[in-house]
């Protein structure tokens, strides 16, 4: 390969890692998810109901990990069964992961607020719809630029690993990166 084609390369790979990166802070700050033990759901308990989309259940590395690797493992079934193009196949891929984890994301955060109805926690329905959407969209561009770093790797450079376990380790990246830099709303739940 060129050196000024891998240079390329290795740029888009950047800017995408970049966007990714971004994309996943500003969709872990409308739906927090940083600390399943967090002030979010303990504030019921000492009488603070609240209005936060909190959607913790394994924190972020394990989250983006799987919703990486579905939208990988959708197109690689495309690409090789469907001959698919790969732009088509990366993007509907990252739109089935991007609906699952959507789909976690309001079970996690109704089952906690119904099972902290006892502390007279509701369960504010709008909050549910004006908040879905974009960490579904914040969930598509993630994934969709992870599967591009991904894919790009595994075509152009020729990496030894499949798209699918590319897709794991950079979605547990991208996923550990975005937890450290926290929540920009932690600990101001009151």
């Known amino acids: 390969m060129e050196p000024l084609i891998s240079m390329g390369v290795l740029a888009l790979i950047g800017v995408a890692a970049t966007i990714a990166g971004a994309s996943e802070d500003l969709e872990s700050d409308i739906g927090s998810q940083s ?13 603070f109901p609240h209005r936060i989309f909190n959607k913790a259940i394994s924190g972020e590395p ?3 990990a799987l919703m990486c690797s579905i939208g990988a493992a959708v197109a690689t079934v495309l690409i090789s069964e469907f001959t698919v193009s790969p732009l088509f196949a990366l993007v509907f891929g990252s739109l089935i992961a991007a609906c699952i984890h959507g789909t976690f994301a309001v079970t996690a955060t109704i089952g906690r607020c119904a099972s902290q109805s006892r502390f007279k926690q509701p369960i504010y ?3 549910i719809r004006s908040h879905t959407p974009a960490i579904m969209g ?3 561009i993630t994934t969709f630029c992870t599967l591009v770093v991904s894919y790009l ?3 152009v450079l020729g990496h030894p690993f499949p798209l699918t376990m590319l897709a794991f380790i950079w979605g547990i990246t991208i996923g550990a990166i975005g937890s450290s830099t926290g929540d920009v709303h932690y600990g101001a739940e009151r």
């Open 138 to 140: 914040y969930a598509f």
């Open 153 to 155: 790797m595994t075509v």
């Open 35 to 47: 600390n399943p033990n967090s002030q979010v759901q303990l504030a019921p308990q000492m009488m």
């Open 125 to 127: 329905l709008d909050m």
């Open 62 to 64: 394990p989250s983006n």
